[in-house]
């Protein structure tokens, strides 16, 4: 009877104690506003950038910034993109109607579509 009181107290304070691996929130952010003005991209926004782990304006940075890096990029013929920018990792898949990209460091992630 002891033991079995005593895994239960065990279960229960490290379901208090640990978080779970959903815990992190995703937020919503506004998105990057025209960020090609003058180019063949001009009025193409990063739209629907989600953060986890980050605060919208780490994420629209990196959004921002590694996006700007992979347009830079030959596309490769398996329409996927893999490279480092500032120590995030990112992966952007061209297939889609829209090109969706994620950059991830550790359990911080950012996720936007241009």
Same mark, same amino acid.
């Given at each position: 009877?002891? &033991?079995?009181?005593?895994?239960?107290?065990?279960?229960?304070? &490290? $379901?208090?104690?640990?978080? $779970?691996? =959903? @815990? !992190?929130?995703?937020? !919503?952010?506004?998105?990057?506003?025209?960020?090609?003005?003058?180019?063949?991209?001009?009025?193409?926004?990063?739209?629907?950038?989600? !953060?986890? =782990?980050? $605060?919208?304006?780490?994420?629209?940075?990196?959004?921002?910034?590694?996006?700007?890096? @992979?347009? @830079?990029?030959?596309?490769?013929? $398996?329409?996927?993109?893999? *490279?480092?920018?500032?120590?995030?990792?990112?992966?952007?898949?061209?297939?889609?109607?829209?090109?969706?990209?994620? !950059?991830?460091?550790?359990?911080?992630?950012?996720?936007?579509? *241009?």
């Amino acid at each position: 009877m002891r &033991l079995i009181v005593s895994v239960g107290l065990v279960a229960a304070v &490290l $379901s208090v104690v640990a978080p $779970s691996a =959903g @815990a !992190a929130t995703t937020r !919503a952010c506004a998105p990057v506003v025209n960020p090609y003005p003058n180019t063949r991209y001009a009025g193409v926004n990063l739209s629907h950038i989600r !953060a986890t =782990g980050v $605060s919208c304006a780490t994420a629209r940075s990196v959004a921002r910034g590694a996006h700007r890096r @992979a347009l @830079a990029m030959t596309p490769t013929l $398996s329409g996927i993109r893999r *490279f480092t920018w500032n120590g995030w990792r990112v992966t952007g898949d061209l297939k889609p109607a829209s090109d969706v990209y994620v !950059a991830t460091r550790g359990t911080k992630r950012v996720r936007w579509r *241009f």
